[in-house]
């Protein structure tokens, strides 16, 4: 839908002078013009794409408040502070702030003194927050993060699907369904949830071209990790996801007495220490959050330049997600998950142990793990693999570790004999260290007790080491050759094709297993905040660093809220003497010129330029 000729000015007019940039990206000026026209509008976005703009711009365009629900308060309380710095009249309405001011922001909504209002589902619910919405002027309803509607989804939250009786009360608004990431079944459940079926749907396509995949066998994870951060650039923020909370502590302690400031955060530590430490994340350069996914959608930190895995997420929607908080800014970022036989069995236990969950669900969990597993043993582009799960071809970006490294793929029908027949001769009741004991000949006591030593596989395979058959047995079940019994300790258990692969009736191609133990890829251009800039022009954009953060302390906020590094390189780049060049900078609202801009060209003026 496209605006009439006076709105779309407008919207344009806000675009620049509110929050700074000279123009709409992808289908963001029809979001806007479709929700500022009052139609309602389903949007997929990934992560930096501009989603917040798509309902923010027209809110400022309707008469009345534009009212947004957000799932996480620390996420609502960075949205706040970003608009209130380009001069916007927002306001979250939570449990966290104290009776007076919650009044205070109640008596604003009802005025019409607000022009966005932030709250979480719990707190719509509420019988007296819907009674003071209908006395509101509001303009339009935003419902962010709507993967979290969907049961199929990876964050799914109950609160959310009860937004239909909210929907229902609040019909003649027009409303508008954000998120990164969904896949077919939860798009469609979003639609019919939120009651958007006939409702406008953009889809802006989930490539992230300026993020780095990588994979890597699990061998000695910890190092693995460091490896990985100590590869990035000084002062890089980052994340490191790990499946237990106990995963999480251990992690973080073990990288800080390496000297790295880590910090653990999962949902088992108090509410204190969660906050200071998302806090220091968010306002210091170089902290690494160790995190459960506890540590999710309250990510707002636009400079993100590094995403790790130590242990293999749930899904493709749950790894794309995570990886999606690097590189929010659009700079360069890289992600690293590391990935083990071991992973695999915890997951499936996990999912088999869903005492609630439907047979139904338990499948389609099945399947996307499995589709996961097979992102891990791709030899192919990973950025293909990724993009095809979510409906999408594209080109081998060249830019992956699987592209800049090509894996070797050899003939592995022998390989996968030997160790199909090793697990059959077994009964099919041993897990994988036992079978790659049996294979390498390792004469131990289990392996004496069950007379194994006295079988035809007994140290067939002992040309190998335990990495390799570990990496083998692994394809294979990536592959169905093999599967493991998740109900007991990880037995392994032949597929259903296995007795035509025992008969040489058909061919098994498998990447070359690891010749020794190694360390994580390092591969490609790492990631930096002064990305591209001239060495001659580093000192400048330093300077500019240093007055952001001594200014977002001044003023209690995350340093991007001031300004993100984008801009303030293209301040460095463009070293204007005056506020009018200044204006021209993209990122550079009317207000932060207003607020900043003296001190910005004095910053600029101070430093030592080349001629």
């Not at 006295?454 to 990536?478: E, K, Y």
Request: with cysteine; glycine share 8%; hydrophobic share 45%.
């Amino acid at each position: 839908m496209s605006a009439s000729p006076p709105q779309a000015a407008e919207a344009e007019r806000l675009l620049r002078e509110v929050f700074g940039y000279s123009a709409f990206r992808g289908a963001q000026a029809e979001i806007v013009a479709t929700l500022a026209a009052g139609h309602n509008a389903l949007v997929l976005m990934p992560t930096g794409g501009g989603k917040s703009l798509c309902y923010q711009i027209p809110a400022l365009l309707r008469e009345g408040v534009g009212l947004v629900v957000s799932p996480l308060i620390a996420l609502m309380q960075d949205q706040v502070a970003a608009l209130r710095a380009n001069g916007v009249r927002a306001a979250a309405l939570n449990s966290q702030l104290p009776v007076a001011e919650q009044r205070a922001v109640e008596q604003a909504l009802l005025a019409g003194e607000l022009d966005l209002v932030y709250v979480a589902p719990e707190r719509l619910l509420q019988p007296r927050t819907q009674a003071l919405l209908e006395q509101a002027p509001l303009a339009l309803l935003a419902v962010d993060e709507a993967h979290c509607v969907s049961q199929w989804g990876h964050d799914f939250r109950p609160e959310y699907r009860q937004l239909a009786e909210v929907i229902a009360r609040f019909s003649d608004l027009p409303r508008i369904a954000l998120t990164a990431t969904a896949d077919g079944p939860t798009r469609r459940e979003i639609a019919q949830c939120l009651q958007l079926e006939e409702a406008a749907c953009f889809i802006s396509g989930f490539d992230r071209p300026n993020i780095h995949y990588a994979v890597a066998e699990k061998q000695q994870a910890r190092q693995q990790i460091l490896d990985f951060i100590r590869a990035q650039p000084a002062g890089a923020a980052g994340i490191v996801y790990a499946l237990s909370r106990r995963g999480v502590d251990e992690l973080a302690a073990w990288l800080a007495d390496r000297e790295v400031p880590a910090l653990p955060y999962h949902a088992g530590l108090d509410a204190q220490t969660r906050e200071s430490n998302q806090r220091r994340f968010l306002n210091e350069d170089g902290v690494v959050m160790v995190a459960t996914v506890a540590f999710g959608m309250g990510v707002d930190k636009p400079d993100v330049r590094y995403v790790a895995h130590l242990d293999m997420p749930s899904s493709i929607e749950s790894y794309y997600q995570e990886t999606g908080r690097a590189g929010r800014d659009g700079d360069p970022a890289r992600t690293l998950m590391l990935y083990g036989l071991g992973d695999l069995v915890r997951r499936r236990q996990m999912l088999e142990s869903g005492a609630e969950a439907s047979a139904e669900r338990t499948q389609l969990e099945r399947r996307k793990l499995e589709a996961l597993l097979g992102y891990c043993e791709t030899s192919g582009c990973r950025r293909q693999v990724l993009l095809r799960y979510f409906g999408e071809e594209h080109a081998p970006c060249g830019h992956c570790d699987n592209c800049q490294t090509p894996p070797a793929t050899i003939d592995g029908t022998e390989l996968a004999q030997k160790a199909l027949s090793a697990v059959a001769r077994t009964g099919q009741r041993f897990g994988a260290a036992h079978i790659i004991d049996l294979l390498r000949g390792s004469a131990n006591e289990k392996i004496a007790r069950f007379g194994h030593d006295q079988l035809p596989t007994f140290g067939v395979g002992a040309d190998r080491d335990r990495n390799a058959w570990q990496s083998i047995l692994r394809q294979l079940v990536a592959q169905n050759w093999l599967e493991v019994d998740v109900e007991g300790y990880g037995a392994l258990r032949l597929g259903a094709q296995a007795p035509a692969l025992l008969r040489g009736e058909c061919r098994v191609d498998l990447r070359e297993p690891p010749a020794a133990r190694g360390r994580a890829s390092r591969g490609g251009r790492a990631a930096s905040a002064a990305a591209d800039l001239p060495e001659a022009l580093l000192p400048l954009f330093e300077s500019l660093r240093l007055w952001r953060k001594e200014t977002a302390a001044e003023q209690g906020v995350p340093p991007y809220v001031i300004f993100h590094d984008a801009t303030l390189r293209a301040i460095a780049e463009r070293r204007p003497t005056a506020v009018t060049e200044l204006a021209e900078v993209s990122g550079v609202g009317a207000r932060k010129l207003e607020a900043y801009g003296e001190e910005v060209l004095a910053v600029v003026a101070a430093a030592q330029l080349p001629a």
